[in-house]
């Protein structure tokens, strides 16, 4: 705990909290800092704590809308605030660019990333963009993003991917309809470890209209199971689901199919294939016979939509895509200690329906009923002690 010298009165003591901990923007209101002996503060925005809904309040002559509280996050966004302040290495997310990447660095609603940076520094994790070029290599120190390319990816790159994953690597690989019929050569890649990537969009008018799905998680795993009562909402995604292959080793990967569309989801080309498509998968291998690794298990977490993870989605608070997104992430980081039942919590609002009358009785009771029962009771005690 650091002991803060401060001057006198409430507002002299504020201003040095900021001045100590440098928070010099002018919206630094309503923190919530964590420090650990001063070795690296963590403040926090208050205002993240709970996630609102604008609901329209009723009313005859014009609309009105109020905010609804409906997920508080505190639980979560303290856990890895302790764990930031406490820990001595903070993990690194990089982003690979160069192929047409979302870009963790950008602010444009439909392609940009700042908003999921943003939230992986609240979790402890610094982003940090990539490049494969020349005699650069995929650091150890992370994991690896590699979000919606639209082009193919150089042989060299896809090289150092495959060396990365067989030393024990993190891989979140997300793919968008940009990419549909093309190959990037991820697909390949991922095949080696139990993945198939679709090559057509995937639609479902039943759960959503026009180019938007509404995902339904149904396999337990740890990378979903503090979402399983929430929905992501992705935008025209491709199928990423299980390898079907007769012949699977002992030592293939293990690979889940975590989220699916509706049932009567079909292929964009082939309205006659309805079913529910997979949509997310995740893969855990351990160590390779011979090769050394520091990290242990592969783990690879592969997405068919990647701009459900967009500034746009995460600001509109599309279904649970923000939560998902830093799930996988400590997934991947093996950070179980973010994941075992830290989800955002509902908020319950409960109302009582009350006629005039019954309004009226209940007025006396709190006003005149109550203040009376304590009045006798008082009473009786002082004629009991009189005698």
């Known amino acids: 705990m650091t002991r803060i010298a401060t001057a006198a009165g409430p507002a002299g003591r504020a201003q040095t909290v900021k001045a100590l901990y440098k928070l010099t923007f002018p919206s630094a209101t309503n923190v919530i800092i964590f420090d650990c002996e001063g070795r690296r503060p963590f403040p926090i925005d208050g205002n993240l704590l709970t996630s609102y809904a604008l609901e329209e309040i009723p009313n005859e002559k014009e609309r009105e809308y109020r905010k609804r509280p409906v997920e508080f996050n505190g639980e979560r966004i303290f856990t890895a605030a302790l764990l930031a302040v406490t820990s001595t290495n903070q993990p690194h997310a990089y982003f690979l660019e160069g192929d047409g990447e979302h870009s963790s660095m950008s602010g444009d609603d439909t392609y940009g990333y700042s908003q999921f940076a943003g939230l992986l520094r609240q979790s402890w994790v610094q982003p940090q963009a990539l490049t494969l070029e020349g005699t650069n290599t995929v650091p150890m120190d992370g994991l690896l993003i ?84 929430l929905r992501l909402q992705m935008i025209e995604p491709l199928s990423v689901g299980k390898l079907r292959s007769p012949n699977v080793s002992a030592e293939a990967p293990q690979v889940e199919e975590v989220a699916f569309s509706g049932p009567a989801a079909f292929p964009k080309d082939d309205r ?27 783990r690879i977490v592969a997405v068919g939509d990647s701009f459900f993870l967009a500034n746009q989605a995460i600001m509109a608070g599309a279904g649970a895509n923000g939560d998902f997104g830093k799930c996988a992430v400590n997934w991947l980081l093996a950070r179980t200690q973010l994941l075992e039942g830290i989800g955002p919590q509902r908020v319950h609002q409960y109302r009582i329906l009350m006629s005039a009358k019954q309004l009226q009785n209940a007025e006396w009771i709190l006003v005149a009923g109550m203040p009376g029962a304590v009045l006798l009771l008082g009473g009786l005690v002082w004629l009991r002690r009189r005698k």
């Open 146 to 229: 590699i979000a919606g390319p639209q082009y193919a990816l150089p042989e060299p790159a896809l090289r150092k991917i495959d060396d990365y994953l067989a030393q024990g690597g993190r891989l979140f690989v997300l793919f968008n309809f940009l990419t549909t019929n093309k190959e990037t050569g991820l697909e390949k890649l991922l095949a080696k470890w139990g993945l198939e990537v679709g090559r057509t969009v995937i639609k479902d008018e039943v759960t959503y209209s026009g180019s938007d799905i509404i995902v339904t998680l149904t396999n337990r795993h740890p990378v979903v199971n503090s979402l399983m009562t």
């Open 272 to 298: 006659r294939s309805r079913r529910a498509w997979p949509l997310i998968a995740v893969v855990e291998k351990g160590a390779i016979k011979g090769v050394i690794t520091e990290r242990g298990a592969t």
